[in-house]
């Protein structure tokens, strides 16, 4: 596979990626803020604001309007909804031949329907309705991704796009819930279970641990669980499974700098306990997991995709 | 045929039933055909007295039996399903880029066998004396000796690439893959209008607007013998396979000046129905004369490359160096042997206004046959005759300079002033190796759904044909429509379209 195509592979997966989980904590947030005091919804948007753009703000008025259009539809917000489908877009114009149609077209049609939005015409009735609809499509098109690739390396690179972002957008997600426990006016029970919701984890939550929503049964499950596809572990599984699968051909040497590091990261996870994390160690674990991820990253562009010619030649 | 098998039935509308009204419609009288003026260019659907043509019939019927509104909607399936596909090109407006869809047209074209026939042999022979007379001029220049063609001609043109000279190309084929442009004249014959030899484009639209009128006329279509198009990328991929001694694991790469180039989706389609790779300059790289591509497990060899590129773009240690989006070193090893480029470089020179005047001589002098099909009448001012005819006629004709493009250096007889032509006969008289002329050309009308009815609009004809170790044509071609009402102009930068061309089998 030519290396710019893999690169555009792995791009356009972690922004489609990243645009779910946008859409879905914004559908989750709109859905739910109605059932908090003005305070509690404020602090949970300041939250979300935080783990979806980095910036942490003061939580001094909720303006949910505001910070919907932000998150959702200022194209000067790198990290918006609609920032991030046009950049998969982009980067599958990049690859039409390695994707199929159906894969394009539901891209594309996506993009197409959201680009002309206003918040003006989704705010006068139920302004969750378009984000949960986004959700279904981006499923679909999670679907014919399945279904009408070959699951060859254009496709691990894929996984690999998917998961590494969705490790990062995990990650932090939790990493602003733990930390402000540790403060006086941390989430309060309803707030846990919005979390739950934002990573579509609240059933496969309450069969695992029944319905009683505890932050370290939380931590747990969204960490450790092997089973669930929205835990740091389900991912990093899949992760270092498609790290086997890419660049078959790569000399020994370069595949192994980059599976070190998968080991290594699976290790870290498959080992990790939660009672040795939650005297605030949940912030601290994240933190090395999304650093380790970042060296794969790293690693898999320097021996894969950005490799100079002179040193196979 | 295996497209009859597939063919997808899914429609546009209803059922598509071929339910005929039982008359022939009548141009300016009937609904839809209200407004359809017949004038003095050739009709492809009504002859002069407005009887729809016996090819026509089922067409006519069809869409007299439509409401206006289904059409409409169709129309608008169409388009949407083009915008979802990505079968766009971008413009630039105020730092705004707009994606917009090349308009394609509901109705098709229909050419009889008997009209193919003769463009397909037409064609043929011309692609096969334009081979020989690039290989003449980039061997032993024959032609030039014997005074067939003014040597001045030749390396004066600013697409005469020394660097060919005395390179092998195999097959002698120097063009593997043109686009000639046909316009049909008021007598109803096909003549050659321009032969675009370098790197032509609009093959996907001939694809994908079969797509189109199948799917909104699947009666009509399967009930007239359409011969099919779609193993048009497999002869392509033949073509390119065929330019290699290999037979086994021959590597093919279409080269992309990338996304943002307005062909784009037609390098993508085709890299796709091939099965190739689709390269970007920089994903290519030239060591020891060889050209590899960067792929994920080390470097990958590269044998044939189908280039979308201009000859100055595609090397920067040759042509212009300011080019990005060539590959440094990739002429040395086109020289070398080890890659082959299709089209070959150099071919543009056959293709200029000049010279295009000298094609059916040069059909003579290298085949000794009569040209199948005949050039729109040009006239050259080099020589004293034509000279004459054209300053008697100034009022009548066209007179471009061969040098210029894009309407420079040009004079359009019968809308300039008596000063005007006074002046442009002193330019003439004075350089007259510099000017051919043309009478006004007249292009067809053919059918075309403009939104609240069917109207005449002027067409063209582009078939495309390929040539390596054999020639071949797809019996189809892109039909570019000037969509605007008596617009002769069918660039789709300048409001054109297209619309699906129906090759039929008898």
Known sequence: MLSRVADSLYWMSRYI??????????????????????????????????????????????????????????????????????????????????????????????????????????????????????????????????????????????????????????????????????????????????????????????????????????????????????????????????????????????????????????????????????????????????????????????????????TVL | MQHEVFANTEDFGGPDIVAGTGRISQPGVDAPYANYELGKPFDEMFSRDGQARATYAAIDSRVSSLPLEELNRRQQAVEQSFLHQGITFTVYNDNQATERIIPTDLLPRIVTAREWDRIERGLTQRIHALNLFLRDIYTDGRVLKDGVIPRSMIYGSKHYRREMRGIPVPHGAYVNICGSDLIRNEAGDFVVLEDNLRVPSGVSYMLANRDVARRAFPAVFRSMGVRPIEHYPLELLATLRSLTPFHEDVSIAILTPGVFNSAYFEH??????????????????????????????????IDVIYRRIDDDFIDPLIFREDSALGVPGLFNAYRAGNVMIANALGTGVADDKAVYAYVPRLIRYYLAEEPILDNVETFLCREEKSLQHVLGNLDKLVVKAVGESGGYGMLIGPHASTKEREDFAEKIRADPENYIAQPTIQLSTAPTFVGNGIEARHVDLRPFILHGAETKLVPGALTRVALKRGSLVVNSSQGGGSKDTWVLSQ
């Open chain 1, 17 to 310: 990626e990243r645009a779910e989980h946008t859409a879905r904590l914004i559908a989750v947030k709109l859905e739910s803020m109605v059932e908090q005091t003005p305070e509690d919804a404020a602090a949970s948007w300041a939250r979300v604001t935080q783990s979806l753009t980095g910036i942490k703000t003061a939580p001094l008025h909720l303006d949910a309007f505001a910070i919907t259009r932000h998150l959702a539809f200022d194209r000067d917000n790198d990290n918006s909804l609609i920032t991030s489908l046009s950049l998969a877009r982009d980067n599958a114009r990049q690859v039409r031949e390695a994707l199929s149609n159906e894969v394009w077209e539901n891209l594309n049609r996506l993009y197409l329907r959201l680009a002309p939005v206003t918040m003006d015409s989704i705010w006068v009735h139920t302004p969750a309705r378009l984000f949960r609809e986004s959700l279904e499509e981006m499923h679909a098109l999670e679907g014919v991704t399945y279904s009408t690739l070959s699951h060859g390396e254009g496709w691990y690179f894929l996984e690999l796009g998917r998961h590494i972002e969705r490790v990062q957008q995990l990650g932090r997600l939790l990493d602003v819930h733990f930390t402000a426990a540790q403060t006086g006016n941390g989430p309060k029970y309803f707030d846990w279970l919005v979390l739950l919701k934002f990573c579509t984890a609240f059933e496969p939550y309450t069969k695992q641990y029944t319905a009683s929503i505890r932050p370290q049964k939380i931590a747990e499950f969204l960490l450790f669980d092997s089973e669930f596809p929205h835990s740091i572990c389900f991912s990093v599984d899949r992760l270092t499974e498609a790290l086997a699968r890419v660049a078959p051909g790569a000399p020994p040497a370069r595949r192994a700098a980059v599976e070190r590091l998968a080991g290594r990261l699976k290790a870290a996870v498959d080992f990790g306990q939660v009672d040795e994390l939650m005297s605030g160690g949940v912030a601290a674990f994240i933190a090395d997991i999304t650093k380790q991820c970042e060296q794969i990253h790293k690693a898999l562009y320097s021996s894969y995709i950005t490799y100079g010619a002179e």
């Open chain 2, 268 to 301: 993508a389609f085709l890299a796709r129905q091939m099965g190739v790779e689709l390269v970007e300059g920089r994903d290519l790289l030239v060591n020891d004369n060889v050209v590899y591509t960067r792929t994920t497990s080390g470097l990958k060899r």
